[in-house]
């Protein structure tokens, strides 16, 4: 966990009125943080889950997850994360949708989908990636 810790403050500045901070400023100083974490099928989802159980909940709020808008086994893991990340939370005052949004996207390319129709699907996951960001800021 430290060696994330320390690539995670060479990667992250915060910026607030103008100052730059890095992430082990902000977590001292218990500045509440905004966290996206997308979660697509394959072995990362695990590692995923692993490092987003290790959060300081009371800290990182909101969370924002991406998932694939057809992979409701996500979702499903999504909610269990959750689940786990509220027993450990302190403030349970504040509504579900103030801790955590979940954001479904399109998959770029389903099983069996011919690559010729993927460049077009390929370009709306994009478009709709970027979309889904870019609200988030």
Same mark, same amino acid.
Request: proline fraction near 3%; glycine fraction near 2%; hydrophobic fraction near 50%.
């Given at each position: 966990m430290t060696e994330l810790t320390e690539h995670a403050n060479t990667v992250a500045d915060i910026r607030k009125s103008g100052n730059k901070k890095n992430l082990a400023d902000a977590i001292s100083s218990g500045e509440k943080l905004s966290l996206c974490a =997308?979660?697509? +099928?394959g072995g990362h989802t695990s590692e995923m889950s692993t490092l987003l159980s290790q959060l300081n909940s009371d800290? /990182?709020?909101?969370?924002?997850?991406? =998932?694939? $808008?057809? *992979? $409701?086994?996500?979702? *499903?893991?999504?909610?269990e994360i959750e689940k786990d990340l509220y027993e450990k939370q302190t403030n349970h005052l504040m509504k579900t949708n103030e801790i955590f949004t979940v954001k479904k996207i399109p998959r770029s390319r $389903? =099983? $069996?989908? +011919?690559?010729f129709s993927s460049i077009f699907t390929t370009l709306w996951a994009? /478009? +709709?990636s970027?979309?889904?960001?870019w609200k988030l800021k």
């Open positions: =997308v979660i697509g +099928s800290l /990182f709020i909101p969370r924002h997850y991406i =998932v694939a $808008e057809t *992979d $409701e086994m996500r979702i *499903d893991k999504v909610m $389903e =099983v $069996e989908q +011919s690559y994009i /478009f +709709s970027i979309m889904a960001v």
